[in-house]
């Protein structure tokens, strides 16, 4: 069945974006529940289904489910799913129908024992290994790249699940920050680019042993009072076993291309990512869309929540007065989430108000973090203008949208980016601004500190992909590949 919110938003079943985010746990009594409070935190990553799957060192025990985290995980769940090691996932797919079929964690049993996946990031030739597998007899439950992993892993003559992992890995193109649960073992593992986050955290627990973690972005560890030690490297796997934690490389080093869109919207503020935090990378973008993009107004009023750190920024670089003169209803789901276009058009009344009293009569830039098909953005124009505000000029803390992610961030077909085919003076027009402005490309560097190093990938913005695509057409018509 196709997926009315893939429909509305021009996508199709066959696409496999994924934004997601991604938890593990070794050496633990609690297991289960410092997943589910990992996955909490991570609840930002992706909205519509989340799972959680649990070792006692025999048995795997799994519970996924359409939902939020907190609405899935009661109690009793939790208590069913035993054992000191737990993987968990929380995910949000532009693709793929919302069937229970595609939550995450896969798990089966196999030649390498009971095996657990769960993914961040978009296999890019995940149509062709699926093929190619398919024609030799594999069968899929699912339409997601990530059931693709584990046939890879069954399929590997190495008689270790370390040895199948490390045959499986090698033939995946793209973005992968991986967590994998054996009966007796974690192991997480990220791409040889580094695209998505994946970070290493450590807790002490009774006895002086030692608890090890693994999440998308450090706020998870801040949940359960675990210490942020490092990240996976790009290219690494980490091995917890009975043995201890061992550290190898899969694959040779490649030009890192970590995802910079991390630290324009999705990962939250107060997260570090790729090692840096992400408050600070914000604050820069608003610094330097300022200094870049200065116009006179009354007051600097943010898009909540994306576009708060970078107001400040821009509010703090301008000398302008930063008011929060939007206020966001914080029950309601992000509005670029909602399943169909006339909720989305309804969505944004939902979840922004205006605050009259601060924007009669002002001169007012807006400061958002992207535009995407510009609509939103219009509305907001809209909403901030009919509150009484004399003029609206919006501020957006990165560069156009040109092109779309393969690598595991929600985007339209390029079609549908509206930056990918219009001028800024058009998306200007559009959005009824009376100034538009983005940040340039060596400024997004600079914010991110990436300026001297080209450890970041910018694909979204310059239409430049850092690994070689298959089929790079038909991904960019979003057309069916299998
Ligand atoms: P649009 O109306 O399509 O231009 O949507 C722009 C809004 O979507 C901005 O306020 C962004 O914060 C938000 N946004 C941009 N990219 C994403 C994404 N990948 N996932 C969810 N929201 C996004």
Partial sequence: MSNPRARSRGLRDDKFHEECGVVAVYGHPEASKLAYLGLYALQHRGQESAGICTSDGHTVYCRKSMGHVADIFTKPVLAELLGDKAIGHTRYSTAGDTALANAQPFAVNCNKGSVAVAHNGNITNAAELRRDLERTGSIFQSNSDTETVLHLVARSSERTLAGALRDALLQLEGAFSLVFLAQDRMIVARDPNGFRPLAIGEMEISGGRKCYVAASETCAFDLISATYVNDVEPGEMVIVGPEGVTRERFAPAQPRAQCVFEHVYFARPDSMVFGRSVQESRENLGRLLAHENPVPADIVVPVPDSGV??????????????????????????????????????????????????????????????????????????????????????????????????YGVDTPTKGELIASSHTVEEIRRFVEADTLGYLSVGSLRKAVGDDQRHEYCYACYTGDYPTELINIEELMAGRKRG
Avoid at 311 to 319: D, Q, V, W
């Fill in 309 to 406: 750190a970078a107001a400040l920024g821009y509010a703090s670089e301008s000398g302008i007065p930063f008011r929060h003169a939007l206020i966001r209803n914080h029950y309601v789901g992000r509005t670029f989430i909602e399943p169909s276009q006339a909720i989305r058009d309804f969505g944004v009344k939902l979840k922004l108000n205006p605050v009259r009293s601060l924007l009669q009569g002002k001169s007012v830039i807006l400061v958002d973090d992207s535009i995407v098909r510009g609509t939103t953005s219009r509305k907001i124009v809209r909403m901030v203008r009919q509150a009484g505000a004399r003029e609206v000029h919006l501020r957006i803390s990165c560069p156009p949208t040109i092109s779309p992610c393969f």
